[in-house]
């Protein structure tokens, strides 16, 4: 389906002006030093690449889809091969090794004439090829930030206060006003709502003004070529290129993330091939500098993957003493009405619209902090991006853009986040133990947390799968 008409446009096309009311490609330096310390840079899922492992629950279980953003746009200055460490990748992985590395590098030109005839099947023409691979060299820097993690995380309430702050509030209240027309018409087409779509926005780039600023064709090529994921960024280079042969964007407007996400929204070109649509019917899908392509394109990515229109993402709950929380798991669906059977009740009082919704329940902070029941949209969410903060933080910004209110329930805040090592020493422990928590990573995932939750229940704690200092010293102790 196409909208009927430009009615946002009067007949005129946008100006980049007019298109983004902030500055493009400015970098708010403390926030980028939060969004730094935020998450994991570890590629560990094939497509947008996740950023916010280590808050969310990827790391076990992988994702189709999930959004490269939060941490690595705030590396996203090209930089030259110089400013490799010359290093070994901390995975361990053969192909991260410093004379895997270099010998790969050697190879860069060789491998991008390999890659040719895949292209021109792809439909890319000599001509786009030539132009776009000739002279070109690899980024080594990247090498370094394919394996780096943080020392330190953030706690669940940290990563909120970060991303749904004041500003980014007021700004998506801006939005919505301005692109109040296009929205209208993405909802009517697509159905998806438009406060999650600015929440998308606001989150990803800060509304277009931490987009990133390298090379996408560079980064992608430079990942084909060398490292441990080769395979599946030649398909993303590929994709690249595919995207300039059919003039959705040009070379210039091909700026982002390291891993290569682009765009407001930061999709990686795959994604973009895939879900991108030309909303503005100007003949070009480009969701970088046309607004209504930016809405439409994202909105069609939700539909596709299971958006249900006119339902939330989920709802804050009070979880009552003595709960058993063996049953907060995503594995573990019931209908709202069966949930306030066990004693969960609605924050604040309210009543749930739709008891017959059927929901899991999240407890990011265990008993000391507030629950949630999340509806099948906040699966949707997490196609986006796997990590359950994100995807919480997407929702909360996205009510509060409609003019809800912050949680009701306070958090746990004398609680201290673990360190990476910490989680990994924690995991080490665990399956010391005989507990199966997967790769002892430093990433929680749903293993991670059922190990967590056993050890608890045997130790004579709350088995809540809340991974706090107190059970790391249990752990340490027993």
Known sequence: MRPVGRPWESGRPLTVLQRYPFPIGSVDARDGDMMQQAGSLRIAVPAILTASLLFGCAGETGSPLATQSVGARSYAQAVGPSDWSGQSGASGHPQMSADAIRADAANFNQCLANLWPEAARRGVSRQVYDAQTQGLTPDLKIMDLVDAQPEFT?????????????????????????????????????????????????????????????????????????????????????????????????????????????????????????????????????????????????????????????????????????????????????????????????????????????????????????????????????RYNPSEAYALAIGHLADRLRGGEAFVQAWPRHERALSVAERAEMQQLLSAKGFDIGEADGRFGPKTRAAIRDFQARAGLVPDGFASTTVLAKLRGS
Request: with cysteine; glycine share 8%; net charge neutral.
């Open 154 to 382: 953030k706690a669940f309430w940290e990563y909120l206060d970060l991303l749904v702050s004041d500003d980014r509030v007021a700004r998506g209240r801006e939005i919505l006003t301005q692109y109040r027309p296009i929205f209208d018409q993405v909802e009517k087409v697509y159905g998806v709502d438009r406060h999650i779509i600015t929440a998308i926005w606001g989150i990803e780039s800060k509304y277009s003004t931490m987009i990133g600023d390298r090379s996408v064709v560079r980064s992608t090529a430079t990942l084909a070529c060398i490292g441990r994921r080769q395979d599946y960024f030649r398909n993303e280079f590929l994709a690249t290129l595919e995207l300039l042969q059919r003039n959705d964007v040009t070379p210039d407007e091909l700026k982002g993330s390291w891993a290569g996400a682009f765009g407001p929204t930061q999709f990686m070109p795959t994604v973009y091939k895939q879900y991108a649509v030309d909303f503005d019917r100007d003949g070009r899908r480009d969701i970088v500098s046309s607004v209504p392509d930016l809405i439409a394109s994202t909105a069609n990515y939700f539909k596709r993957n299971g958006w249900e229109t006119g339902q939330t993402w989920g709802y804050e709950v009070e979880v009552p003493q003595n709960f058993n929380y063996l049953l907060a798991d995503r594995s573990r669906q019931m209908t709202i009405h069966d949930w306030e059977r066990l004693g969960i009740r609605r924050a604040g009082g309210k009543a749930f619209p739709n008891t017959h919704a059927r929901a899991f329940l999240l407890v990011p902070a265990g008993s000391q902090g507030p629950g949630f029941l999340m509806l099948n949209n906040f699966r949707v969410i997490m």
